[in-house]
């Protein structure tokens, strides 16, 4: 699944203490592993986002170079 694409892996039940298994699939495409931190959004409609930590560290190390450089191209003028 890349940023521009929903696909539906399927669905989960949430249990008695709040845990939700994530289809095989889904764990196998994202490449998640057992430990792997995820951070949880809510989303549009009252949905559930579930994002890799380190997948939204990268993301935000990207938009910050791309920040700095339009930073120092203001600067500049």
């Keep these: 699944m890349n940023g521009k694409n929903w696909h539906c892996y399927g669905s ?8 939700v298994v994530i289809p095989a699939e889904a764990r196998n495409e994202l490449e998640i592993q057992p430990g792997d931190k995820l951070l949880v959004f809510n989303g549009p409609g009252g949905g559930v986002i579930f994002m890799k930590a380190d997948a ?7 938009a910050t170079k791309r920040l700095n450089t339009l930073r120092e191209a203001v600067e500049e003028k």
């Excluded at 989960?12 to 845990?19: D, F, I, K, L, P």
């Excluded at 939204?56 to 990207?62: F, I, N, R, S, W």
Aim: net charge negative; no cysteine; glycine share 14%.
């Design 12 to 19: 989960a039940t949430v249990g008695e203490r709040g845990q």
């Design 56 to 62: 939204l560290a990268e993301h935000l190390e990207k």
